[in-house]
Structure formats: structure tokens, C-alpha cells
């Protein structure tokens, strides 16, 4: 607080004994924008603390036209002191109440242990929502996982649960690369469906789950959301008797022992945001991955970038308690994919389809009206592998009170979706194969996976721009928390970087920078005049790749293998475009000048991949005599930077051909931790130990290192924690709770991970000396840990908080308690 600031505070009240405290809301009578106050106002408390430095504490301010004019200790015996203690205005309450709401419409399957887990959150949604699951507002969910129930779900799976039979559920897998889906659904789909090219429907053990490009036939079906929706969570103004003046009042008891997370919002957007001159901070310690010099105790931030970095040499300067490194990125996430996981149901872990149904139903419980044809029940997380077999949309049906809502739940891996009966009833009654897809009809409909997807999606009900805007902000604020201060959007839809590119300019919600792959509004094409529309470099929002596919996923048996797989001999998994038109498209998106990225998880794929890349290499840098052809490609590529995310399952002579032309490998390192359980079983031993989740070998043509959020959470310290242990983040075990790691050849050390996550990406995205450094003329973003990381245990990793997260020179995150820090001495 200064006299200059815009009028942000908070009082806190404590109570002398425990309870429950109401919050009341006080509701603006015009906008914030139009408001204004009759002259100045004066408010004493019995303390304030400023964040001032010049003036830490005071009693009293005066307000005027919405700004603090003045902020002076008690000095009139006029003035009369209000019950409290102030402090800055803490700006959590701002946007979350209507994500929250947001969330609870659609079923959480993430974590379902079981076919009857998932129907018994199914159940538990439909209880809470009777309405849900008709025709016209389908009920969704994510995150199911058929690794974890031990198959493919289908559409009877739903329909065993009484209550859920008859309604529309379209449940996406984890991945949301395939949807589940109910017999209602199924019932609107035609009798015998084709396969898709680019998809998979799973017919074994029935029908209920279509993949990639075969979920198009579902959305083609699915009811878009109506008008009208539900504002129980609307965005609220707290305020004082003056009408312009915000702030928060925060009740704390006495007797209380959790505390909330403390989200700062700047007061305006980072492409505007300045402070008056430079600012120094000084830390216990600073590393700053600047091989000229490692290690600081201070920099100085001007214009939002580093101007100066030095060790500690002014007695006036104090420290902050803290350890700082570079803001961390994230090299391989789905930003408005997590922002929607964030309101949708929470599958990952369901042990069961009970589980997965009991999510459901609190979902449904606390969201009665959602799971109709105009706003299906979203929610990502499960695992067949887990329920022993894949699910069906009668899983969903079971439950009563899920029956007839429209569902669409993700797997794990968001390559398949599974769906209600409400959602397969939109679709035609034989559903014809999907090229590239699958639609898993055994034991019944409900689960569409990778191109099959598609006839999901062509029927799903699009969230409108305000909700799609809520879940950016979301995501961001998660992002924030855990140190992420950038990150590669690996897909983004052309009207999406629209949206991007308002919110980047003018949104104060803002605060990631975002480095988007560009996916044409149809997967696999050239669409050079949408991407004129959206190309831009800056700062906070860069549009210069593209985003191709060549296969599905591991768990779904949809990434596309050179010998069939080791569990299911009769498959090879599913390329989603053909090799002459994935090398011609990467030929296309070369000349136009774009870097060339393309998801590739098996071994044909990579290799598919591989080609396609070297063939947009040779186009775009024709040889001119000197060097071998070799050499000329790897320094084109040095300058060009195509990559191939995931670069997951790889045969060795491809391996070879990587290094050889310098093709930069996208990893994810939780990939392998989560993938250990079956990876094996997929791929059988020697396959596994010499192709596949490759992080050491790759380590000289500089890995990008990611998290593949939703599909993985986005903590880096957890992907750090899996590179270098290999190990489950969320165990701390290896494969069968073993204590070993997996395949531990290929780990990393901890300053090698940390690169992966600061330099790496920002190398892949042509941002190397700016980004994940903290140098003079490198952006100011940077985290304040409690300890330094080479101080820590490696366990440690796993539960390591952020104190504090700096974008731009600005704070956009503070852990609790980490909030005006005392200084002190060096």
C-alpha cells in the first residue's frame, strides 16, 4: 500500500472461538467501471500492514476516486478506529467461485479404481442432478482409464447401474483421446458402425468407446450447450461503503488450522504492467542456469526484464528469505484442455467403476441440471486397465441416477472418450470403423478412441467464450502455483488463439506466457490462411509451429507399433494420417515457415515422423555443395527446431537418425511412471529396454521436458522428481511398489531435469537467452523456493511448495505465510 496504489485491502477478523463463518457478499449497484465515491473517505483499524517499504505499518488511510491519497499513522483524536487488522487486498475471490460452479458440472472420473467406482460417481451425479442425461443435455465426465480396470469400457458397463440406464453419458478417457459412452448414445449412432480413418472404435469387449477421429461421429451428435446456464457461482464484488473501493474481509478463527492459497491478480495485464524504476531483490541464494555465472543473491528488474544480476556488494541491500531459480515452462501441455479438467469430474485414480460412477454421482449430486443434450457431463482420468476391461456406456447406466445424462469422460490418456447412452443415442445405430480410430464395441458400446473421437466432438456442445475464458484464467492460477511461468501449447484451434490473443493483450488473468502450436480447425491439413490470422511473436503469446499427429496412444493400444503388441497380437496400433500426407503437410508448414511438431508415441510413428521431417529438412535447406548432406541437414535444423512430441517408443536405428539430425525430443518424464505398470505388457521386455521412454540417451540434442497436462499434473517438480528417480511421483515407488527405479539407464541428474524444465523449452521455442536464465536481458520470471534444491532429498521433490511466482518483474502467485516476508541481513 502506498499513496499512489489502487485501493486493495483486506481486514481480518479473528474469533476467540472455533466455528463456522458466513462470508457476506455485498453486491455492486453499478459497475466498478462507472462507480465513484462523494469525495474522500478516511479509515482507521487498529493496525495495517502496507507492503510499503518506505512505510510498513500505519492506522489510518483516506480514499479518493478509488486510490489511496493518503496512508498515515493514527494522529487525530477525531478519528475513530474500526475493530481489525488490515492487509493488502488478497485477490482470490475474483473468478474462482464461477469456475468452481463450472466444475462441479461434469462427473470427476479421475482416480476410478473400478468400473463400479466409476459408476457409482455416475450414480452419485445423477442423484444430485435427476434431470441429467436426456437427449437434449447429455452427461459428461473424464478421466477413466481402462489400465486401470484391466479392458476397454463399454456402453453396458453404464447400463448395469439401474439408475444410469437409459441416460445420455459420454465419459472421456484420461487422455481425452477417447470417449465412453452409454447405450443411449450409442442407440442415435447407426447399427453398424465403420471404422474411422485416424480413429478407433472399440468393439472388444463391446461397443461404448471411440478414439481420436472416430469421437467426430459422437460430437456430431452431441447437443450444444443451450443459452441459459446455471449462475449459482457468479462473480462477486466485496466491498466497503464505498462503492468503488474493493477489498476483501477475510474471517479467520482462532482455533483454525487450514489455510487457503493465496492467488495474486495484477491490477492490470502483463503486456501494460510497469513499475516506477528499477526494483533489486535480493535472495539467500539465486541460481541462475547462466553458464557465465551460476550462482547471485540479487538482481535488478527494469521494464520487465533483467538488467542486472550480481552477487550481494551494498551493505544497504537486505535479503528476502528464499532461493530463487528461473521460472519453470512447460514443454508439452493443453492449456484450455486443463482449464475445462479443471470444471469437469475427477476420474484419475478411480479404482473401480463404482468409483468411477460414485464420482459421477457427486457431480451430479452437486449439479442437478447438468448432463442434458445442451451441456454434457465432462470428466477425464480413467484407466481400463485398472477396471480389468474397457467400459461401455452401460457401466454408466447402472446407476439410476446417472442413467440418461449425456457423459463424456476421457481416459487417462485423452486418446479415447467414453460416453453414455445419451451421447451413443445421438449417434446412428450401426456405427461404421473409424481409420485411424477405434470404437471399442466388446463388451459393449460407450468408448471411442483417437479418430473415432471425432463423431464425439462433432456432436458435443461447445463451451461458450466466457466459459472458455474462465478456464484459461483456471489454469493459469494452477499454473502459477506451481512455478510454471511459460509453457508450449501443444495443439491450439485457430478461434482458440483468438481468444488468446484478447486475453494476452487486455486480460489481467494473463500470467503465462504461452508458446501455442498451431492445430488446423481439421487435425492433419494446411490451413496457411488461418494461420496468417493468428501468427505473432511476443513475450506473452508466440504462434509460429503447428501441431501434427501420427498415432493414438500406449495405454488405448492406439499408438501406431512396427510389430504388433505384445498384449493384443492381433493389433499394431493406428496411424492417424498416411505417411505420403503427413511428409507432404510437413513439406507444406516448412515453406510457410513454421517449426514443424508432430506427435509420435510408437516406434512406426517416430519413424513416420522421423521421415517426414528429414523431407521438410531437404526442401527447405537444399544442399549447396561443402559439407555431406547430413551435416547440412543437422545445421538446417539447428535453425529450424522441428520436433516430435513424446518421441515415446523409438527403435534404435531411429534413435540414431535423431541424433544424426538433431531432432528435438518433447518428453514428458511422468509419461514412463505412469506408463511402467503395462508398458511391459505392451511392448514385452526387450522392446521396452532398448525403444522405449528414452530421456538419457537423448540428452545431447537437448531435451524439451514436459508434463502433457491434463493428462499428467502439471507440477514440475514432480516431472524432476520422475526424470531423476524414475519413479511414480505420486508414490514414490517404481513398478509393483517396488523401491527401485524403472529403467533407471536413463535418468537424469537434478540440474539436468531442471534445465530440461527452464532452458529446454525455452531453446524450443526459439526463446534461448530470454527465457529459463536469469541473466541481464532475459525476462524477469523467477520462483522463490523455501530451501535451495541441491539441499533437498530427491523424495523432497514430490512435496515441494512454491513460495512465491514472479512473471514479468510482477508477482503472480504467493504460497501462504510467504506474504511480506520480514528481511534481514546477508
Known amino acids: 500500500m502506498s499513496n499512489s496504489a489502487v485501493v486493495r485491502w483486506t481486514v481480518g477478523l479473528s474469533a476467540a472461538v472455533a466455528g463456522v463463518f458466513a462470508f457476506a457478499v455485498v453486491r455492486l449497484q453499478q459497475p466498478l467501471s462507472e462507480a465513484d465515491v462523494d469525495g474522500p473517505q478516511t479509515y482507521c483499524y487498529q493496525g495495517v500492514r502496507t ?13 479518493e476516486d478509488g486510490r489511496f491519497s493518503r496512508v498515515f499513522a493514527w494522529d487525530d483524536a477525531s478519528l475513530t478506529t474500526t475493530p481489525g487488522f488490515v492487509i ?63 479392458r476397454m469400457p463399454t456402453a453396458a458397463d453404464i447400463e448395469e447401474d439401474e439408475l444410469l440406464r437409459g441416460k445420455f453419458f459420454m465419459l472421456d478417457r484420461i487422455d481425452v483421446h477417447c470417449s465412453w459412452v452409454s447405450q443411449a448414445v450409442l442407440d ?44 449459482a457461482f457468479r462473480d462477486v464484488s466485496i466491498m466497503s461503503n464505498s462503492a468503488v473501493v474493493r477489498w476483501t474481509v477475510g474471517l479467520s478463527a482462532a482455533v483454525a488450522g487450514v489455510f487457503a492459497f493465496a492467488v495474486v491478480r495484477l491490477q492490470q495485464p502483463l503486456s501494460e504492467a510497469d513499475v516506477d524504476g528499477p526494483q533489486t531483490y535480493c535472495y539467500r541464494g539465486v541460481r541462475t542456469h547462466d553458464d557465465e555465472q551460476p550462482t547471485a543473491q540479487c538482481f535488478t528488474v527494469e521494464d520487465g526484464k533483467f538488467s542486472r544480476v550480481f552477487a550481494w556488494d ?48 457427486n457431480y451430479v449430486d452437486a449439479n442437478p441440471d447438468a448432463g442434458t443434450s445442451e451441456e454434457w457431463i465432462r470428466g477425464v482420468g480413467w484407466d481400463q486397465n485398472v477396471y480389468g476391461r474397457m467400459p461401455t456406456a452401460a457401466d454408466i447406466e447402472e446407476d439410476e441416477l446417472l442413467r440418461g445424462k449425456f457423459f463424456m469422460l476421457d481416459r ?29 464395441r466388446e463388451p459393449g458400446m460407450g468408448v471411442f478412441c483417437d479418430n473415432a473421437m471425432d463423431m464425439l466432438y462433432a456432436i458435443f456442445p461447445a463451451p461458450g467464450l466466457e466459459k472458455k475464458r474462465a478456464f484459461v484464467s483456471t489454469a493459469m492460477a494452477k499454473l502459477n502455483e506451481v512455478g510454471i511461468v511459460g509453457m508450449h501449447d501443444a495443439g491450439v484451434f485457430p478461434n482458440h488463439l483468438e481468444l488468446y490473443a484478447d486475453m494476452a493483450g487486455s ?61 493384443r497380437p ?103 511412471t505412469s506408463d511402467m505398470k503395462y508398458a511391459e505388457l505392451r511392448l514385452g521386455p526387450e522392446r521396452t529396454a532398448t525403444e522405449a521412454y528414452r530421456m538419457r540417451s537423448f540428452l545431447d540434442i537437448g531435451p524439451v521436458l514436459g ?81 535451495p534444491l541441491d539441499a533437498l532429498e530427491i523424495d523432497d521433490l514430490r512435496s515441494l511448495k512454491v513460495k512465491q511466482t514472479w512473471v514479468g518483474g510482477r508477482i503472480v502467485y504467493e504460497y501462504p505465510g510467504s506474504e511480506g516476508l520480514e528481511v534481514e541481513d546477508l
Open 51 to 63: 507492503h510499503d517499504d518506505e512505510q510498513p505499518t500505519a492506522q489510518c488511510f483516506t480514499v
Open 88 to 150: 493488502p487486498g488478497l485477490w482470490d475471490g475474483h473468478g474462482h467461485l464461477l469456475q468452481y460452479g463450472e466444475f462441479l458440472h461434469s462427473v470427476d472420473l479421475f482416480g476410478a479404481s473400478s468400473f463400479d467406482d466409476v459408476r457409482g460417481r455416475l450414480r452419485n451425479y445423477v442423484d444430485a442432478n435427476p434431470d441429467a442425461g436426456t437427449s437434449e443435455e447429455w452427461i459428461r465426465g473424464v478421466g477413466w482409464d481402462q489400465n486401470v480396470y484391466g
Open 188 to 231: 442415435l449412432l447407426p447399427a453398424d458402425i465403420p471404422d474411422v480413418p485416424g480413429g478407433d472404435i472399440i468393439r472388444e469387449p463391446g461397443m461404448g468407446v471411440f478414439c481420436d477421429n472416430a469421437m467426430d461421429m459422437l460430437y456430431a451428435i452431441f447437443p450444444a450447450p443451450g443459452r441459459e446456464k446455471k449462475r
Open 314 to 361: 551494498d551493505a544497504s541491500l537486505t535479503t528476502t528469505p528464499g532461493f530463487v531459480i528461473p521460472g519453470l515452462w512447460d514443454g508439452h501441455g493443453h492449456l484450455l484442455q486443463y482449464g475445462e479438467f479443471l470444471h469437469s469430474v475427477d476420474l484419475f485414480g478411480a479404482a473401480s467403476f463404482d468409483d468411477v460412477r460414485g464420482r459421477l454421482r
Open 412 to 440: 487417462i490418456d485423452v486418446h479415447c472418450s467414453w460416453v453414455s447412452q445419451a451421447v451413443l443415442d445421438l449417434l446412428p445405430a450401426d456405427i461404421p470403423d473409424v481409420p485411424g480410430g477405434d470404437i471399442i
Open 507 to 567: 486480460s489481467s488473468d494473463w500470467t503465462v506466457r504461452v508458446y501455442a502450436m498451431l492445430e488446423c480447425a481439421q487435425r492433419n491439413t494446411y490451413c496457411p490462411d488461418a494461420a496468417a490470422k493468428v501468427s505473432r511473436v511476443s513475450d506473452l503469446l508466440s504462434v509460429r509451429s503447428v501441431k501434427l499427429f501420427a498415432d493414438g496412444a500406449l495405454g488405448s493400444w492406439g499408438s501406431a507399433m512396427i510389430e504388433p503388441y505384445s498384449d
Open 570 to 672: 492381433e493389433t499394431s496400433g493406428s496411424l492417424l494420417v498416411n505417411a505420403t500426407t503427413l511428409t507432404n503437410l510437413a513439406k507444406s508448414w516448412a515453406a510457410f515457415g513454421y517449426q514443424v511438431n508432430i506427435h509420435a508415441i510408437g516406434d512406426l510413428a517416430n519413424r513416420l515422423a522421423i521421415d517426414a521431417l528429414e523431407a521438410a529438412l531437404v526442401d527447405v535447406c537444399p544442399e549447396s555443395g561443402g559439407s555431406g548432406a547430413e551435416v547440412h541437414l543437422a545445421a538446417c535444423q539447428a535453425d529450424r527446431r522441428f520436433r516430435i512430441e513424446h518421441s515415446q517408443i523409438i527403435h534404435p536405428d531411429d534413435q540414431k537418425r535423431m541424433h544424426a539430425l538433431g531432432i528435438l525430443p518433447s518428453i514428458q518424464p511422468t509419461h514412463a
Open 707 to 787: 508434463s502433457d497436462f491434463p493428462v499428467e499434473p502439471p507440477n514440475p517438480f514432480e516431472g524432476i522428481f520422475a526424470a531423476v528417480a524414475r519413479k511414480n511421483p505420486a508414490t514414490g515407488h517404481g513398478v509393483d511398489g517396488s523401491s527401485d527405479g524403472w529403467h533407471v539407464e536413463e535418468a537424469l541428474s537434478l540440474d539436468e531435469a531442471l534445465l530440461g524444465f527452464t532452458r529446454g523449452p525455452a531453446f524450443g521455442a526459439f526463446m534461448e537467452g530470454r527465457a529459463g536464465i536469469i541473466k541481464q536481458g532475459a525476462l524477469a520470471d523467477w520462483v522463490v523456493l523455501d530451501e
